[in-house]
C-alpha cells in the first residue's frame, strides 16, 4: 500500500535537430495531500546536460549536486565538456549502489555536445537512451501525445510547443500533476529556462 504514496509528477524530454527540450509540471503531492504547487523539477547539471524528475524532490536534488560536482571534476581533468552520456552513467553508477535504499526519482537526462540526446533512468540506475520520454505518473497520458506527434528533426519551436501539449495533456487526467510547468531548453549555446502559469 506504501506505494499510493509515492510522490506523482510528470517530466517529458524531446530532442530536436539542435538540441533538447525538458519540461516537468510544478506540483508535489503525498497521496492526495498536495504538499506545494511551484516546485522546480527540471535542473541545470552542467554547460550543456540538464535533467528533468519525477518522484522524490529531495532525492534529485542530491543527486544532481553530486553529479555537477563530480562533472566539474572531470571538466578540470580531461578540459572538455562531459557528454550528456556520461552524466546519465555516473547518475546510473550512484542510484545502482544505493539500490538495496534507493533514490526515489525517476530521471530524464538529456544534453548535447555533437548531437542531442536523451536518457531516461529509473530508481535502480536503469539508462534507456531515446529521442523523447516522459516519466512520472502522468507519463501515459504525455507518451500518447509524444507518440503521436514526434518527428525527426523537429525545430526548437516545434519540440518546445509538444512538450508543452504533452505536460498538459497529463494534467488534465494525472490529479498528482499541475499547477504550471517549468521548460529547460538545452542547446550548444547554453540553456534556456522558461515557467509558465495556468
Known amino acids: 500500500m506504501a506505494f499510493q504514496f ?9 530532442t530536436f535537430s539542435e538540441g533538447v527540450v525538458l519540461a516537468a509540471e ?11 504547487k511551484n516546485t522546480k523539477k527540471t535542473f541545470t547539471v552542467t554547460d550543456f546536460v540538464g535533467a528533468a524528475c ?3 524532490i529531495a532525492d534529485m536534488q542530491v543527486l544532481v549536486r553530486q553529479v555537477g560536482a563530480l562533472a566539474k571534476i572531470r ?21 545502482f549502489e544505493r539500490r538495496f535504499f534507493p533514490l526515489l526519482t ?11 540526446k536523451i536518457y531516461t533512468l529509473d530508481p535502480v540506475g536503469s539508462v534507456l537512451p531515446d529521442d523523447y520520454a516522459a516519466v512520472g505518473t502522468g ?8 507518440d503521436s506527434e514526434y518527428k525527426n528533426e523537429m525545430s526548437r519551436e516545434q519540440a518546445r510547443e509538444l512538450a508543452i501539449k504533452a505536460i498538459k495533456s497529463s494534467i488534465q487526467r494525472d490529479s498528482a500533476s499541475g499547477d504550471g510547468l517549468d521548460v529547460l531548453i538545452t542547446t550548444s549555446s547554453g ?6 502559469s495556468f
Open 26 to 36: 510544478k506540483r508535489v503531492s503525498y497521496g492526495n495531500f498536495v504538499i506545494n
Open 191 to 196: 540553456h534556456t529556462d522558461e515557467t509558465m
Open 6 to 14: 509515492m510522490p506523482g509528477a510528470t517530466a517529458v524530454g524531446i
Open 54 to 56: 519525477a518522484g522524490m
Open 75 to 95: 571538466k578540470l581533468e580531461t578540459r572538455r565538456n562531459v557528454a550528456p552520456n556520461s552524466i546519465a552513467k555516473l547518475m546510473s553508477v550512484i542510484m
Open 139 to 146: 507519463a501515459e497520458m504525455a507518451l500518447g501525445v509524444l
Open 106 to 116: 525517476q530521471v530524464i537526462v538529456g544534453g548535447i555536445i555533437d548531437k542531442p
